[in-house]
């Protein structure tokens, strides 16, 4: 595979003897050898301009220019899972229980309430070397039983199966009252030594955080992830080659963008959430915390002009991303702004029916004509806008929670087999393909072309991190540990000699997409230790350490950590052309 060198070359006979550009400049000077004793000593100058001054200056150019627009795409991916990624959706407010998994050191155990604050935490040595199996089971248990533990999340690293089958044994005894779900660790590591997670548990240990994060990332993933440098959630591609500037500009636009079109609790939000709020910033939301510690919960948005620095004009762009649930007036928690209350008020006398009854009743709402309400402060289009709100106010955009659910006895690459149907959750989507977790600690590569049966221009039209799919295994490489999926049900695996490479590996092996076109990734497990995009122990370190050693399919560079699971799919694009 090795090292990838461009260069700008054009077509010319082989009888031709001067580059076609030399002739060009020759007559832009009106230069000919005409026989004259200076004129082999301007064909040579004429030579030099063009390989010396002009060649090398438009290669620069013209390869800058790719390259700057490689760098947008990248960014743009990156945005867009981390956009999907955050609007996840949320278990909701339940009790929840993390498990850190591990090894040798234990599994840290977190259990926070239905707020997500902190109840207790503690370990358990259900693995190797200890094998308290039983014991760990009773303490899960326990715990459990005392703060009425609904769900239970389990991180994705080092030893997750394990962990998974002893959460198993728990929820077995609950009789269905207890659901356990793994969630990907990505970036736990950097907030356990994150100056916030310092802040928020100044006494709490670093692997205990790493749990805590474990079981509110459950709850809500929005307000736990905000946390965390978006940089280090690992679902984006070649980060670490991109301008580090723009990459970090276009994803906290990102992230400001979710928290907005979500809203959020001011009673139960976190500084860095309240901090993501338009109009806000950490040294406001640092007081309105402080505010609501020393003086209890806010009881109407208009409570919010006390705190410290929250001006009018903070307040007027902050107010309506603000919410506050269980208020007196049903409004402030909604995402109707405080300078329409005058308006809604006046709906609500008009037609003669109260405020609480007005909200949410979705056949008396349809039939109100916007037009009737609008004047040089509220237009057209804010009314209906506010009539659309009315009608499920606070409403969550983000999706229904739902998880997968592994295939009990596929644990490990080696517990895998070509036309093995799994489901998974899809962790990464890049311009080649898409990632998939499947339980075996190692992601598997659905490449574009096996995404649909029908052409896919780009992956994120089929599918989006965290995603629930159905997979077929193609091809499994347990020296290279590449998993090759597919999410077309009828393709078969691709049958090969003993010791040759995978045939969809070879060059002009077709599958149904243009060259040069690219797919997307899924996770298939959770190995921690093993490095891969979005898993455990996702340090910036881990990333660039792979970033360097790369290869090109279509024109595009894979991560050594992307390369190592992604497994050739039904067709490779050549290593010779460009993608557009």
């Avoid at 590569?445 to 295994?473: Q, T």
């Avoid at 590996?505 to 990734?521: P, S």
């Amino acid at each position: 595979e090795g090292i990838l060198q461009a260069s700008i070359t054009l077509d010319q006979d082989e009888e031709v003897i001067t580059h076609p550009c030399e002739d060009m400049i020759a007559q832009h000077f009106e230069l000919r050898d005409e026989g004259r004793a200076a004129d082999k000593w301007l064909a040579e100058v004429v030579r030099w301009t063009w390989r010396i001054k002009l060649l090398t200056h438009l290669e620069t150019e013209l390869l800058g220019d790719l390259r700057e627009r490689a760098e947008e795409e990248a960014i743009k991916v990156f945005a867009h899972n981390l956009k999907d990624l955050l609007m996840a959706a949320p278990a909701g407010p339940r009790a929840t229980m993390g498990l850190d998994p591990g090894l040798r050191t234990g599994v840290k155990v977190a259990i926070v309430d239905a707020t997500g604050q902190l109840v207790e935490h503690g370990t358990i040595f259900p693995h190797a070397p200890r094998n308290q199996w039983d014991e760990s089971i009773a303490v899960i248990a326990a715990l459990c039983k005392k703060y009425n533990v609904e769900l239970i999340s389990i991180g994705n690293g080092t030893a997750s199966r394990e962990t998974d089958k002893l959460a198993g044994e728990v929820v077995k005894a609950s009789k269905g009252n207890i659901q356990k779900i793994m969630v990907s660790e990505a970036g736990a590591s950097v907030y356990s030594a994150s100056e916030t997670a310092a802040r928020e548990f100044p006494d709490l240990d670093v692997s205990f955080r790493g749990a805590v994060s474990i079981a509110r990332r459950l709850q809500d993933p929005l307000a736990e992830l905000v946390k965390i440098d978006p940089k280090a959630i690992g679902v984006g591609q070649y980060q670490h080659d991109v301008s580090q500037l723009k990459l970090s500009r276009s994803l906290d636009a990102v992230v400001e963008d979710c928290v907005n079109s979500v809203g959020v609790d001011v009673n139960t939000a976190s500084a860095p959430l309240l901090a993501r709020i338009a109009g806000l910033n950490s040294t406001i939301a640092g007081n309105i915390v402080t505010y609501r510690e020393s003086h209890g919960a806010f009881a109407s948005r208009a409570d919010l002009k006390l705190v410290p620095r929250l001006g009018d004009k903070t307040f007027e762009q902050a107010a309506g991303f603000l919410r506050i649930m269980d208020a007196a007036n049903p409004l402030d928690s909604s995402s109707v702004h405080p300078e329409a209350y005058p308006l809604v008020e006046k709906i609500a006398e008009k037609h003669g029916r109260p405020l609480k009854e007005l909200i949410g009743d979705v056949p008396f709402l349809k039939k109100v004509n916007a037009a009737d309400f609008t004047d040089d402060t509220f237009g057209l289009p804010t009314v209906t806008d506010i009539l659309s709100e009315l009608e499920k106010p606070g409403r969550d955009p983000r999706p229904e929670f739902k998880a997968a659910v592994f295939k009990e006895g596929v644990e490990t690459l080696k517990d895998l087999k070509p036309s093995m149907i799994l489901e998974g959750t899809v962790t990464n989507v890049t311009n080649f393909g898409a990632f998939v977790d499947i339980g075996v600690h190692q992601d598997g590569l659905v490449h574009v072309s096996a995404l649909a049966d029908k052409f896919v221009e780009d992956p994120h039209d089929v599918v989006k991190p965290g995603d629930i799919v159905k997979v077929k295994v193609l091809e499994v490489d347990l020296d290279r540990k590449r998993i090759s999926l597919t999410m077309r049900m009828d393709d078969q695996p691709a049958e090969k000699a003993a010791g040759q490479r995978p045939a969809s590996a070879r060059k002009g092996n077709g599958g149904g997409q243009r060259q040069g076109q690219f797919a997307v990734a899924f996770q298939i497990g959770g190995g921690g230790d093993q490095r891969q995009p979005g898993g455990r122990n996702d340090d910036v370190r881990s990333h660039e350490c792979s970033s360097r050693m790369v290869r090109r399919i279509g024109g595009q560079r894979l991560s050594e950590s992307q390369n190592r699971y992604a497994m050739p799919a039904p067709r490779t694009p050549t290593y010779t052309e460009y993608s557009d």
